[in-house]
């Protein structure tokens, strides 16, 4: 595969290790919030997403917290494993506006 | 369930030319929209479209074009290349155009211009 964001920022992790990807949004008036998980050649895959009255909300390893006073959203990862090796994006969207609208991406890295 | 797809995996083109690029949403799905992946960047929201008509379009030239067929597939059209429109161009359908559903992206298009 290629690979996605050569220069993005890097989060390395040992495996085993909780992980946590921070995301900064600007649009106060958001009421929707996905975390995304992209692999080398791969399309985007959906993690978990979060609506703007909760702010937290629980998956299977995965927690998003979201946090609206400074626009804030995170991503932990508990347990990482050598399989959660990609780039993570957040993504953010208002609904009446009908777009969503992506951050840079983190990359995260697994020590093994 | 197939998931989204897109055709071709990789397209080369040269600067000047037009290029076509194809994507099938999972079935269902009403709502497609196209990205544009640059290397090193994230993703750039290029077009949404819904029920064969375009809903909103991100900050692009209107060289990017595309439509949306009545079986929901939709094409991207770029015209005039530049070297600069090299990306992967990615692909999503969701359930709903409300904008508060998950999308589901395909694998992508490269596009290489020369």
């Known amino acids: 595969g290629e690979s996605v964001g050569l220069h993005l920022p890097t989060l390395s992790v040992q495996e085993g290790d909780n992980s946590i990807i921070n995301c900064a949004y600007s649009n106060s008036a958001s009421d929707y919030f996905i975390w995304y998980k992209q692999e080398s050649g791969k399309g985007p895959q959906f993690i978990i997403d979060i609506r703007s009255n909760m702010d937290k909300r629980q998956g299977q390893r995965v927690t998003v917290l979201l946090n609206k006073t400074v626009k804030h959203l995170s991503l932990q990862i508990a347990a990482t494993q050598p399989g959660d090796s990609a780039v993570y994006f957040c993504?953010?969207?208002?609904?009446?506006?009908?777009?969503?609208?992506f951050g840079t991406g983190t990359r995260l890295k697994v020590l093994a | 369930e197939a998931g989204v797809t897109q055709s071709p995996t990789h397209l080369i083109k040269t600067r000047g030319q037009q290029a076509t690029l194809r994507c099938s949403p999972i079935?269902?799905?009403?709502?497609v929209y196209w990205y544009q992946q640059a290397l090193g960047l994230g993703l750039q929201f290029l077009l949404w479209?819904?029920?064969?008509?375009?809903?909103n379009r991100g900050n692009f030239p209107p060289r990017f074009s595309g439509r949306q067929f009545p079986n929901y597939s939709s094409e991207l059209n770029v015209n005039a290349l530049e070297l600069e429109d090299s990306a992967l161009y990615l692909c999503?359908?969701?359930?709903?155009?409300?904008?508060?559903?998950?999308?589901?992206f395909g694998p992508g298009t490269r596009l290489t211009v020369t």
């Open positions: 993504a953010d969207s208002y609904s009446g506006t009908y777009k969503y609208i």
């Open positions: 999503a359908s969701s359930l709903e155009s409300t904008g508060t559903y998950e999308q589901y």
């Open positions: 079935s269902g799905h009403t709502s």
């Open positions: 479209y819904d029920e064969g008509e375009e809903r």
